[in-house]
């Protein structure tokens, strides 16, 4: 008998099919993985199983028998649990008071923190439930929310893309937790994009496409290929590059340290780093590590930095809005495509108006023509999927989204461009395309700085690595002296620091001597 | 069982229906107000909807009542439009009128037609005077212009009092708390003799177009726009925030100014302590009802005014307090904000809902 059978789950938004015939079936005890691009209806089927959203057609047994759920809440009752990509915590309170405020009902607070301790134990997850959770990273956050699920002794638990978070460290512990809860008899459905964890974690695979099923496969006996042919139809083409030695420094930031503007920022340390032209730098790191803080100051949200403190060309940063900086070259794609680089509710053509000036007239009059073409343009010339430049930012998927904000900034070619999460929630084939453009941008001569949490990305594409940790940045390696693990370890803030300067200093020296830097094959 | 869904898009049906659903609601409810008070609802309706549109005299009437809502209500826009809550229109009025006045009053029978033009400068200074105020607080202090805005409507009103009642006291007005009648020169001029409308109504609709096209034309709206929308995004943009707070206060505050230096010196004709007449406060629901739109003050702001004099004629013809107008202004916003829930949801009737609740528990 199956844990979970579903039947031709189809549901229809208007202009879109979400789900077209969904058949899934899950044993007690499976890891299945639901692989598939973004907007490929991944999230729909997971919120008809947990009830949030009714399906229009077809059939969901539970055990055997036939029900239809009207609510998370009935979910949760029959043993349905979900971990959400996006937490739900209150910081400032603690992690067994969130906890607790989840529970329907019963038991006390201290009740809770104990049983979230014994089960803590039980699978490899250990919290301190008595820390507030603004003091947590983002994996231990993950934690939280998973042992809120777990709590309620679920009999299905499905994550939605859990890695997204994690330093490549913490994952393996992650796995571990599923394996063991599984051989426990719960079914996992496991939701994501990411085609060597699936193949790493999973026994079975339903991949779907445009809200069909294209196939329900066994991972293990699947090359990537083989995954990313039934998930978006064709093999992305392979990145390619052109050598090239790197030419003069770009940016410059010297020995910089600020307080945080909001309340649970991260306060950098010292952080010095360079960028030349025709080079791609990447900062690793886990989220949260100060990531956001820096490339505030460096793009001019934050322009807090002290005299000489940043330098772009030789120009002394401090004090220069960001429209000043744009004018010297500088392009900024933020993680936040939506409510910072773009505003939700206006048209593309409109938003487009946020980093571009061409279609200001003087005296500060919009010819709305020269908007809507360079807009037009724009969308056919990075393949952004969308109505037109009517269609308000907030209806693209975020993969479409991200290829709109950065083909605005780059179709104004900044001499450098800094990007943050570049595919972040953004499907394979975009993800591909992206790349090849970033690269294509450091072909050009442009410098590129790439902050990114994910490793694999970043040594795809980099010339050179630094990693974040804590607030403060890592020497500068070379692409081809780093290792996955030697990262890995960086990553908790171990690199060497009495050698940092030095190391910096022989780096730069080097690099400018045009003999490291050369691209990693 | 009924339930609501998030649309896909949010509906322009619903955008544009839910005000006249709203407007319904309104008449709908106050119909069963009159019928509960004991009077004919049809007959107390038509005062308020027909009776202002019935003449040539109620059209000037209407257009001498609309003319200080639509200029506060445009305002009031671009402020709320730019996330900027400006409540405090009253005072900005109020000092409005005291600007004008204190030119009006210096003025002669011989002085030039010019005069006019000082009283509504004077009027508009006075407005942003006290709107300044309000962003200097918000700016420096980081006072909440909410709070900063309407406390300043009382200080304005003693402003008022205490010039009415000393220093601007008409010396030959047997001690009554107003000052002097101002000389026919510094007077808003009629539109049409006989007819108590005056300029102060076509004035009022330039602005309307003004405000549009700055809104949609120019890069300027499109930064308060953004700034009002995504302050995350306007960060990013490098839109300055302090920049779209001071815009946002001295516009509201000179359409304010502006329409108390035509109010005082057009159907007033004098300053007295009865100047405050509440438009201030009604000309925020006349921002909202209009949808924060050019077009749609407009139409809420004649719209207001029908309310306002339909309160006044059910006081005289079927003796009701005028209280009725604030309780059909009331119920026009608070319909209209639940009717609003529509634009991004709808109704969805779910037979098999209450058979899987029960299920599950």
């Not at chain 1, 039934?230 to 600020?258: D, K, N, T, W």
């Not at chain 2, 005062?47 to 549109?53: E, G, R």
């Not at chain 2, 212009?145 to 008409?170: C, T």
Request: charged share 15%; proline share 6%.
């Amino acid at each position: 008998m199956f844990r979970l059978e579903l039947q031709g789950i189809t549901k229809r938004y208007p202009g879109v099919t979400a789900n077209d015939g969904v058949n899934l079936q899950l044993r007690p005890g499976e890891i299945r993985a639901v692989l598939g691009e973004n907007g490929a209806g991944k999230s729909t089927l997971m919120k008809v199983i947990y009830g949030a959203v009714q399906p229009d057609a077809g059939e969901l047994r539970w055990n055997g028998t036939a029900l239809e759920l009207g609510s998370p809440r009935a979910a949760r009752a029959l043993g349905i649990a979900m971990v959400f990509q996006h937490f739900a915590l209150f910081e400032s309170l603690s992690v067994a008071q969130n906890v607790w405020l989840g529970l329907e009902r019963g038991p006390t607070l201290a009740e809770t923190s104990q049983r979230m301790t014994a089960l803590g134990a039980e699978y490899g997850l250990p919290l301190e439930p008595a820390r507030p959770v603004h003091t947590l990273s983002v994996g231990e956050r993950q934690r939280v929310e998973i042992l809120r699920a777990l709590l309620a002794t679920p009999q299905l638990l499905i994550l939605d893309e859990p890695t997204s978070v994690l330093a490549p460290s913490a994952i393996p512990a992650l796995f571990e937790t599923l394996r063991r809860l599984a051989r426990g008899g719960c079914a996992i459905l496991y939701v994501s994009h990411k085609l060597d964890e699936v193949r790493a974690l999973c026994e079975s695979c339903t991949v779907l496409r445009a809200g069909r099923v294209t196939g329900s496969v066994d991972p293990r006996q699947e090359s990537n290929a083989s995954l990313s042919r039934l998930m978006i139809g064709v093999e992305p083409a392979p990145l390619s590059r052109r050598e090239q030695p790197p030419g003069e420094v770009c940016l410059e930031v010297e020995a910089l340290s600020r307080t945080p503007l909001e309340p649970f920022g991260v306060a950098l340390r010292d952080v010095s780093l360079r960028v030349q032209r025709g080079e791609l730098l990447g900062i690793a790191g886990v989220s949260g590590n100060g990531q956001r803080e820096l490339l505030a100051l460096l793009s001019g949200e934050d322009a807090r930095s002290g005299p000489g403190q940043v330098r772009l060309f030789g120009h002394d940063l401090a004090g220069a809005s960001p429209a000043r900086r744009r004018e010297l070259g500088l392009g900024f794609a933020p993680e936040e495509r939506l409510g910072r680089a773009t505003v939700p509710s206006l048209s593309l053509a409109q938003n487009t108006l946020l980093t571009r000036r061409e279609p200001i007239r003087r005296g500060g009059w919009l010819d709305l023509g020269a908007l809507r073409q360079l807009c037009a343009r724009l969308l056919s010339t990075y393949a952004v999927r969308a109505q037109g430049p009517d269609a308000p930012a907030r209806s693209l998927s975020g993969g479409n989204l991200q290829k709109f904000v950065l083909g605005r900034e780059l179709d104004a070619t900044p001499q450098l461009l800094i990007v943050s999460q570049p595919t972040w929630g953004v499907d394979v084939g975009a993800s591909a395309q992206i790349r090849r453009q970033l690269l294509a941008l450091r072909d050009a001569g442009s410098a590129v700085l790439v902050a990114s949490e994910d490793l694999d990305e970043l040594f795809e594409i980099s010339d050179a690595l630094v990693v974040m940790a804590g607030g403060r940045v890592s020497p500068r390696l070379p692409l081809r002296e780093a290792s996955v693990d030697q990262i890995g370890e960086w990553l908790s803030g171990l690199w060497p620091r009495a050698a940092a300067s030095a190391a910096a200093a022989a780096g730069t020296a080097a690099a400018a001597a045009g003999t490291t830097g050369a691209p990693h094959a | 069982m009924l339930r609501l869904e998030l649309r896909a898009a949010p509906s322009r049906l619903a955008l544009y229906g839910s005000p006249l659903l709203a407007l319904a609601l309104t008449a709908l409810s106050c119909g069963c107000l009159f019928a509960l008070l004991g009077k004919d609802p049809l007959q107390g309706l038509a005062l308020f909807f027909i009776q202002p549109l019935s003449s040539g005299r109620a059209l000037a009437e209407l257009s001498v009542k609309a003319t200080p809502l639509l200029l506060m209500g445009l305002g009031l826009c671009v402020s709320y439009r730019a996330n900027v809550w400006n409540v405090g229109a009253e005072g900005q009025f109020i000092l409005g009128a005291i600007g004008g006045a204190g030119v009006a009053l210096e003025a002669t029978p011989h002085s030039g037609s010019y005069l006019v033009a000082l009283v509504l400068l004077g009027g508009t200074l006075g407005g942003v005077l006290w709107a300044a105020l309000v962003a200097l607080a918000r700016d420096r202090w980081n006072a909440s212009e909410i709070l900063v805005s309407l406390m300043l409507v009382y200080v304005a009103e003693q402003l008022l009092s205490y010039l009415v009642q000393g220093p601007w006291r008409d010396p030959a007005g047997y001690n009554f708390p107003q000052s002097a009648t101002f000389a026919a020169t510094a007077r808003i001029p009629r539109l049409l003799s006989g007819s108590r409308a005056n300029i102060g109504a076509p004035f009022a609709l330039c602005a309307a177009f003004v405000c549009w096209l700055v809104s949609r034309r120019t890069h300027a709206g499109f930064r308060l726009l953004v700034g009002g929308l995504a302050p995350a995004a306007a960060r990013y943009a490098g839109f300055s925030s302090r920049a779209a707070l001071w815009t946002a206060c001295l516009v509201s505050g000179a359409f304010s100014g502006l329409a108390g230096a035509l109010e005082v010196a057009g159907p007033l004709g004098q300053l007295t302590p009865y100047v405050p007449a509440g438009y201030g406060f009604t000309a925020i629901v006349v921002a909202f009802v209009g949808r924060l739109e050019p077009v749609g003050v407009i139409l809420s702001s004649v719209l207001l005014s029908m309310f306002h004099i339909g309160g006044e004629l059910a006081q005289s013809r079927l003796g009701l307090p005028k209280a009725l107008t604030s309780i059909f202004q009331g119920l026009l916003l608070f319909v209209l904000l639940a009717c609003d829930t529509l634009i991004e949801r709808r109704l969805r009737w779910l037979p098999g809902l209450g058979r899987a609740s029960r299920a599950s528990t």
